[in-house]
């Protein structure tokens, strides 16, 4: 049974580097034809599909974001992570990282971390 949790800090100052880091147990990063995701809720609003890393190390973002975001892994640690740069407070909610057979996707079809709260505030 995978298990995704996230981890970082709950709180980020504006213009900052928001850093989070997804550990994977019962599964591995590179195994075929899986796709690992972020996706964020703000608060009051739908989920929105950050971007991705492919088993095989392929990344695609949402253009909304993709000046300011990057998904890497480490697959010794079975973690991946997720960096967004020059963070406003528009960037405040929820952040679930998650597996699924889709590169694009916010349906609940898949394996979802917990998710972490992140407030962007001075």
């Known amino acids: 049974q995978v298990q995704l949790v996230e981890s970082g800090p709950g709180l980020v100052r504006p213009s900052q580097t928001l850093s989070l880091t997804c550990t994977v147990s019962?599964?591995?990063?590179?195994?075929?034809?899986?796709?690992w995701i972020w996706i964020r809720q703000p608060p009051g609003k739908g989920l929105e599909w950050m971007g991705a890393?492919?088993?095989?190390?392929?990344?695609y973002y949402n253009p909304s974001v993709k000046s300011r975001i990057s998904i890497s892994r480490d697959t010794s640690k079975n973690q991946f992570t997720l960096e967004l740069t020059a963070v406003t407070p528009e960037d405040t909610g929820v952040y679930y990282c998650?597996?699924?057979?889709?590169?694009?996707?916010?349906?609940?079809?898949?394996?979802w971390g917990p998710g972490i709260q992140v407030t962007v505030s001075s």
């Open positions: 998650l597996r699924d057979r889709l590169i694009v996707t916010t349906q609940r079809s898949g394996t």
């Open positions: 019962g599964g591995s990063i590179t195994a075929d034809n899986y796709n």
């Open positions: 890393i492919s088993y095989s190390g392929n990344t």
